[in-house]
């Protein structure tokens, strides 16, 4: 593969908020909105705004916890060039800033109303460290972010944070057709697109257990009517140059309406086996990497929901890695990223407009289609159309995670059955648009 695109992992982390004891009338406020902590809208030009929680250090000698939850940005080379061009040219200055609410009870996690009350801003200067390529850390302490009105002399809150940047490189993929038309896969690097895989869609109506072997229950509804509509037997080989297999997406479970409803639920899910070949079969055969299962919610924004577990050899049971929610209809982004989740079951408040819910993971796990175990920080990305549409999945895979071509083969298909799911988990009644994405449910 070509040399991968350079990006910029910029986290803010450690974060604490400390009030001197002599602002009496901030104290107060803050032991009343005590069931709700402070806030802070993390914001840099051209990127959403991001919220966090800021815990409270009541001890004049106590810092907060080095490891605690990092808010993250991933800058691309042109992102940290465009910083900089506006950093020379325009008025005022590009700062990453970082705004201070009191918090307020019966609202959810950094829920920042019109009544909110701002304790203070930081603010940092984009300078020419962030495009050397180079990890550092550009501040790591306390910092006075305001001053008490009471009187002069009086200190303010003062908040602590670490700022660092790191080199974050990636390898970046697309496929340059729809899935279903069995297209190339492309590596891109700059203007260069070099060819990597192929891509191979076929309609098999064997069950992917059959080939692979029963590595997970299925999920079997109560309604037993054979009569309804199903969409089953749906598998994606990917092809390395020499037209060996190197990955596969099996349909494990038929996506099928629930009872009572025209659309797969979250009470019987559809799923895909991610397989990769065995390296000790003497001939062709699969070995299971993870499983994805798929399922839509219904509301005044339809949304299909993805959910991936690892499979670690010689385990029973899978290791839930993602969970993301997609807009049926604008699509969006499909990621494994340690920064961006948090445990399982706890969602995060999106900013204003997301289309994704995150959640979490559970434990490390072997991640590649060898042995390179799962670390803190981005493993892949993939961006997907929404339903009806034509589709071209971008796929962005850390460089720390592709040890080699096959390894990288499995992140596509992966995101190959992200890209079908999105189809599969159509209401059975609706009918595709002509001019849009091949019709793969009527």
Not at 226 to 247: C, F, M, T, Y
Request: one cysteine or more; glycine letters at 8%.
């Amino acid at each position: 593969m070509m040399d991968p695109q350079a990006f910029v992992r910029l986290s803010i982390g450690s974060l604490g908020l400390r009030i001197p004891v002599e602002a009496s009338k901030l104290v107060q406020s803050v032991n009343r909105a005590s069931s709700s902590p402070c806030c802070c809208e993390i914001r840099l030009q051209g990127f959403p705004v991001q919220r966090a929680p800021i815990p409270l250090i009541s001890s004049a000698e106590a810092n907060p916890d080095p490891h605690s939850k990092t808010t993250v940005f991933y800058l691309e080379k042109s992102n940290v060039k465009a910083l900089i061009a506006k950093r020379c040219f325009q008025t005022p200055q590009v700062f990453l800033e970082i705004v201070v609410y009191l918090g307020r009870q019966k609202q959810s996690l950094c829920s920042i109303s019109s009544k909110k009350q701002q304790l203070g801003t930081f603010r940092m200067e984009v300078g020419p460290e962030w495009e050397e390529g180079k990890p550092a850390l550009i501040h790591n302490g306390w910092i006075r972010i305001g001053k008490h009105k009471q009187g002069a002399g009086r200190q303010g809150p003062e908040l602590h944070l670490r700022v660092k940047l790191d080199p974050d490189p990636r390898y970046v993929f697309q496929f340059e057709d729809e899935t279903t038309l069995g297209p190339q896969i492309v590596q891109i690097q700059g203007s260069i697109k070099q060819p990597i895989f192929s891509c191979k869609f076929s309609r098999d109506r064997r069950a992917a257990q059959d080939q692979v072997g029963n590595y997970w229950p299925s999920s079997n509804s109560s309604d037993k009517d054979h009569e309804r509509r199903e969409r089953k037997g749906w598998k994606v080989v990917i092809h390395d140059l020499s037209g060996s297999a190197a990955a596969a997406a099996f349909m494990a479970t038929p996506f099928v309406p629930s009872s009572g409803c025209d659309w797969v639920s979250r009470s019987n899910p559809g799923s895909w086996l991610i397989v990769r070949p065995d390296p000790v079969a003497t001939s062709e055969s699969w070995h299971p990497w993870g499983r994805l299962e798929a399922w839509r919610e219904t509301g005044p924004r339809d949304s299909v929901c993805l959910r991936l577990y690892l499979l670690p050899e010689y385990q029973d049971t899978g290791v839930l890695v993602s969970e993301i929610m997609l807009n049926a209809d604008k699509g969006g982004e499909f990621f494994i990223d340690m920064d961006r989740q948090t445990p399982v079951g706890t969602p995060v408040v999106s900013p204003k407009g997301s289309s994704s819910s995150e959640y979490g993971v559970t434990a490390a796990a072997s991640i590649g289609g060898g042995q390179a175990a799962m670390v803190a920080g981005f493993v892949m990305n993939c961006r997907v159309q929404g339903e009806g549409k034509i589709s071209k999945p971008v796929v962005q895979l850390a460089m720390r995670h592709v040890t080699c071509v096959e390894d990288a083969a499995i992140f596509m298909a992966l995101a190959a059955a992200v890209d079908l799911s999105i189809e599969a988990c159509r209401p059975f009644r609706r009918k595709t648009k002509k001019g849009n994405r091949h019709s793969l449910v009527s």
